[in-house]
C-alpha cells in the first residue's frame, strides 16, 4: 500500500479524567495503525502550549507518540461536527478517512463515554479490505481473517425475478 489513511481522534479537552486513559490505549495500538499506513491524530480545542505540558506531566499522556492538533479555534471540530459552541470544546468523535478524503467510519458521542483503540482499530481493517475487495461486506465484529459476505443479489433483483 502506497497511500495514507487517516485517523481522527476528537476529544474534549487536556487535563481530564476520560481523556488520557484514551489518548494512552491508541498509543498502545499506534505501531498497529502504521503498518496499515495510517496516522493517528488527537484533537482537542486546547493550545499547542496546553498538550506540551499535559505530555510532560501526565504518565499515560507521556506514552502519545502520534501528532496531537491543537485546535484552539474550533475550527477543525466545527468541519468534523464534533464542537459545543456552549462550551468551547469537542465530543469524542473517531473518524476514519480513506486516502481520497471521503470518511468511511465516523462515531460520536457523549463525552462521559470513553471509546476502545482495539475497536477503532478494527473499523479500520475493515475499511481497508472493503476498499480493497469490491462488493466485499464485513459483518458485525468481523477482523481480519474472517469469513466476509459477498452478496449475491440484491432484494430488488430477487423480487423482480420473482414476479
Known sequence: RHYLWLVFVFYPA???FICPTELADLADHY???KKLNAEVFGVSTDSVYVHRAWHNSSPLV?????PLI???SGRLCRIFGTYLENEGVSLRGSFIVNPNGVVKTLEIHDNNIGRSAAELLRKLQ????VSENEGMLCPANWKPGDKAIKPELNLVEK????I
Open 126 to 129: 475493515a475499511a481497508i479490505f
Open 70 to 72: 491543537a485546535d484552539p
Open 14 to 16: 487536556d487535563f481530564t
Open 159 to 162: 423480487r423482480h425475478d420473482e
Open 62 to 66: 507521556n506514552k502519545v507518540n502520534y
Open 31 to 33: 505501531l498497529e495503525f
